[in-house]
């Protein structure tokens, strides 16, 4: 064999994608688990995301993965973007989040060490972290949401807690 076929070989394993192996899934499927309890938990927003873009960061080699929320600047994104690209990161994955009415919940952004575009294998684990982060920000919203109505002025309890007498006697 000669050396550059040789070269061949070794470039097409390096860059092909591994199967995942028994401990691997059970890894994975415990790291889901734990971030599902902490957004049932009603765990910070910011600590669930950190989690799922930690896990993500593991699970793909060479990256860097961070998520958005709606208030998040253009600007900042495109900061950001200029940013990596001063540390030597690629644009990798970015996807956009969205609720069932298609009101905007954040992005998902990924750089890597490498220009390249994800494999199938890890297009599906940015899925499940987009699902999982999108998940969270519903949940999140939803918390604020109820707390707000539940303080608003003209609420019954709120005016039953007025009108309580203020002593006992």
């Known amino acids: 064999m000669d050396k550059s ?3 061949k070989s070794n470039r097409a394993r390096k860059y092909r994608p591994q199967r995942h192996s028994e401990d691997e899934i059970q890894y994975l499927l415990g ?3 734990q971030i599902l309890q902490s957004i049932s938990g009603r765990a910070p927003l910011t600590d669930v995301l950190d989690k799922i873009c930690l896990s993500l960061n593991c699970q793909i080699a060479n990256i860097v993965s961070f998520v ?3 208030d998040y600047d253009a600007r900042d994104l495109a ?3 200029r940013n990596a690209g ?5 644009p990798f994955c970015s996807k956009v989040m969205t609720d069932e009415n298609d009101e905007p919940l954040g992005a998902l952004e990924i750089y890597c060490c490498v220009s390249r575009a994800p494999y ?3 297009s599906q684990l940015i899925e499940r972290a987009e699902c999982l982060a999108a998940i969270a920000i519903q949940r999140h919203n939803e918390t604020a949401q109820q707390s707000n109505c539940v303080m608003r002025d003209g609420d019954p309890l709120q005016q039953r807690l007025l009108e309580a007498p203020v002593s006992v006697n």
């Not at 001063?86 to 690629?90: E, I, P």
Request: no cysteine; net charge negative; aromatic share 10%.
């Open 68 to 70: 958005s929320l709606p």
């Open 86 to 90: 001063l540390f030597g990161l690629f």
């Open 31 to 33: 790291a889901e688990e």
């Open 79 to 81: 900061i950001s973007a």
């Open 120 to 122: 199938a294998d890890e």
């Open 5 to 7: 076929q040789l070269n």
